[in-house]
């Protein structure tokens, strides 16, 4: 149990293009999610809070213009990265809250690779 | 700097034991967590340890913490070469689940 998935693993766009990332619970219902980026060598940062049914809250320098987040359901929350440039290429990890044991743990989808050129 | 820090790189041999250090500053945590993560992967839970609490064991894995001192580490007994990865402490920064890591210790295990 506890599996987060991420689709698509790994995309690679244009400059000046919109992505989409999603991030499903499989097996469990997730009242929160988080978004991460990751950069090479780096630690998790983290971008936004995403709770179902209502606004992402963003963490402070995180364009929320930028990085359109939507938590529609108790086991779907993407991740939009609108006009995306070359330095919005890294590394996407969304988690999951569940209450799966003594508390609430958070788990980890496996990541998305952007690559803008 | 960092909320949470650790050092940056472990070298062990396979069949020692392997100890990574991290320090928080959040005294109201309450709870403190160890993550793998592999190349190109996700962050894979380890472990996590209740902050009343000074030890935790779990097969392989030791972890240790001090309060007083808000030192943390993970022991890996019997390190084996599937152990390289980097691992990630991490501190519970509200009670709605968000976590700040430390940079993570990159842990490279030789034959």
């Known amino acids: 149990g506890a599996v987060v998935s991420q689709h698509p693993s790994r995309v690679i766009c244009k400059s000046g293009t919109s992505v989409k990332i999603e991030c499903r619970s499989l097996d469990f219902q997730a009242t929160t999610m988080f978004w991460y980026r990751q950069f090479p060598k780096q630690s998790l940062m983290l971008m936004a809070t995403?709770?179902?049914?209502?606004?992402?809250?963003?963490e402070q320098g995180v364009e929320k213009d930028k990085f359109l987040i939507n938590h529609a359901s108790l086991t779907l929350s993407t991740l939009t990265v609108t006009s995306a440039h070359p330095e919005d290429s890294s590394f996407y990890i969304c988690?999951?809250?569940?209450?799966?044991?003594?508390?609430?743990?958070?788990?980890f989808g496996p990541g998305t690779r952007l690559t803008v050129l | 700097g960092e909320d949470v820090e650790q050092s940056l790189f472990l070298s062990v041999r396979e069949g020692d034991s392997s100890v990574i250090n991290c320090t928080y500053t959040d005294s109201s945590s309450t709870y403190l967590y160890w993550y793998k993560q592999e190349p190109g992967a996700g962050l894979q839970l380890l472990t996590y340890i209740f902050s009343n609490m000074d030890m935790k064991q779990d097969q392989r894995l030791t972890v240790l913490l001090n309060k007083k001192d808000k030192h943390l580490s993970l022991r890996i007994a019997d390190t084996q070469t599937g152990d390289s990865a980097i691992y990630f402490c991490a501190e519970e920064a509200d009670s709605w689940g968000k976590l700040q890591f430390g940079a993570g210790t990159q842990v490279v295990v030789t034959p």
């Open positions: 988690s999951a809250i569940g209450v799966l044991g003594p508390h609430n743990e958070q788990f």
């Open positions: 995403s709770n179902e049914g209502s606004k992402a809250t963003y």
